[in-house]
């Protein structure tokens, strides 16, 4: 039962050029969304989130946009820096209190020189 | 800047053994979760914990596992007779209030089981 799905494995991108990472959600009931980057041997860490009430928020570098009607947000980082190798992850989760993040599998994000 | 912090990084046991992955998160957040990432699969929430209590599990985290705060810094999880499909990475997060969705992670305990 994949809620939250990543549908790349991977993604290769020229440094200086944009990345675009996707990911579709099935549960309607998601109100936060939030991409986390993890490298090797680390935990994930926070790199951006949207509320199901925005259809964009931006942060420097990165951007995510959400289309709730296709229930699919993006992860839009430019210019891509070889620092940003790296799996994002994409989770959502519902309602307040201690609710958990349900995560996507992950994205394997390349930065080539 | 503050983390949250876990210990050991890697534990190796025999199955059917205990084990105890420790935590502490981040001083002043309220909010507490395990979660655990099988090679090459997602990060799955296993449980959260608030106010001493669990607040929310999820089905993976059955009567084998159980979630402790002792004291006022450290939060752990116990799992009581190791299979060898508990072999994971384990997560420890927190957050700070109920209106921060952040959580934030610490680097993990690669838990082997043999």
């Known amino acids: 039962d994949q809620q939250v799905k990543q549908n790349s494995p991977s993604l290769s991108v020229q440094e200086g050029r944009i990345s675009i990472l996707n990911c579709d959600y099935t549960?309607?009931?998601?109100?936060?969304f939030l991409w986390y980057k993890k490298y090797p041997a680390e935990g994930p860490t926070f790199l951006i989130s949207?509320?199901?009430?925005?259809d964009k928020n931006e942060d420097g570098r990165f951007t995510v946009f959400l289309n709730k009607s296709a229930k699919h947000l993006s992860l839009h980082i430019v210019p891509s820096q070889p620092g940003d190798s790296a799996v994002y992850f994409c989770?959502?989760?519902?309602?307040?209190?201690?609710?958990?993040?349900?995560f996507g599998k992950g994205t394997h994000l390349i930065i080539q020189p | 800047e503050p983390e949250v912090t876990q210990t050991p990084s890697h534990q190796v046991t025999q199955m059917g053994q205990e084990v105890i992955l420790r935590c502490v998160p981040i001083?002043?957040?309220?909010?507490f979760y395990w979660y655990r990432q099988i090679l090459g699969q997602k990060v799955e929430f296993l449980v959260s914990?608030?106010?001493?209590?669990?607040?929310?599990k999820s089905e993976i985290f059955d009567d084998q596992f159980s979630v402790e705060r002792p004291d006022g810094s450290n939060f752990t999880l116990k799992i009581r007779s190791t299979k060898l499909e508990d072999s994971a990475m384990y997560f420890c997060?927190?957050?700070?209030?109920?209106?921060?969705?952040?959580?934030?992670f610490g680097s993990g305990t690669q838990l082997s089981v043999l």
């Open positions: 549960n309607s009931m998601f109100d936060y």
């Open positions: 989770a959502a989760r519902t309602g307040g209190g201690a609710d958990g993040l349900t």
């Open positions: 997060a927190s957050r700070p209030t109920v209106t921060n969705e952040k959580l934030f």
């Open positions: 001083s002043n957040h309220l909010y």
């Open positions: 914990f608030y106010n001493n209590e669990i607040s929310e």
């Open positions: 949207i509320s199901s009430i925005k």
